[in-house]
């Protein structure tokens, strides 16, 4: 299987192939371009987005500085907002519901690296999609990591690190992130 199907499966890949090498730079071109153009032109911006996420419904805005690996396992449904300063790390698949609004200086990381010191050190890497669903708000500084799974109409708190899947209709915050009560 190709770097992009074991990926995809969530099982190790080699991280180190020009392939893969060649398709973040393509993005990390799309990003330069994207954060370098005039806040008034929004026709570039969104003619960007498109060509920078995988799949991305209407009414985009998302605020520069802003930063894919790969930019094509993006997701994203209608009115999808991400303020200043967002990352989002996708070798694996990252999937945004509609009314999603992220705060500024939010991550999504899908990568993992092994815990095996010898193993990490070939640049094998593993990722784990993360599933987003329909209007949730992320606070400012949130971080997802790897496999997560974030149900409808949450709330994620601010400054929260996001380890375990949070169910639909969940205020939560801290590090770890925890559900505090239903909404």
């Known amino acids: 299987m190709s770097?992009?199907?074991d990926c995809a499966a969530s099982l190790l890949y080699d991280a180190t192939v020009p392939e893969r090498e060649q398709e973040h730079i393509r993005c990390a071109d799309l990003c330069w371009e994207y954060n370098r153009?005039?806040?008034s032109d929004m026709a570039t911006r969104e003619k960007?987005?498109?060509q920078i996420f995988g799949k991305l419904g209407k009414d985009p805005y998302v605020e520069p500085t802003v930063f894919f690996g790969f930019g094509c396992n993006v997701e994203a449904g209608d009115r999808f907002f991400a303020n200043n300063n967002c990352v989002f790390v996708d070798p694996g698949k990252i999937t945004f519901g509609n009314d999603v609004k992220i705060g500024p200086q939010c991550g999504f990381y899908t990568a993992l690296h092994p815990l095996d010191?010898?193993?990490r050190a070939t640049?094998?890497?593993i990722a784990k999609p993360i599933c987003v669903g329909n209007?949730?708000?992320f606070g400012g500084g949130v971080k997802v990591l790897p496999g997560v799974t974030i149900g409808?109409?949450?709330v994620?708190?601010?400054?929260s690190v996001v380890t375990v899947d949070i169910p639909a209709n969940s205020l939560a915050f801290g590090n770890p992130c925890k559900v505090v009560r239903p909404l």
Request: net charge negative; glycine share 12%.
């Open 156 to 159: 994620i708190g601010a400054g």
């Open 152 to 154: 409808d109409n949450c």
């Open 123 to 125: 640049g094998a890497e």
């Open 117 to 119: 010191a010898e193993l």
């Open 37 to 39: 153009t005039k806040p």
């Open 48 to 50: 960007i987005l498109r």
């Open 135 to 137: 209007n949730v708000w």
């Open 3 to 5: 770097w992009r199907e």
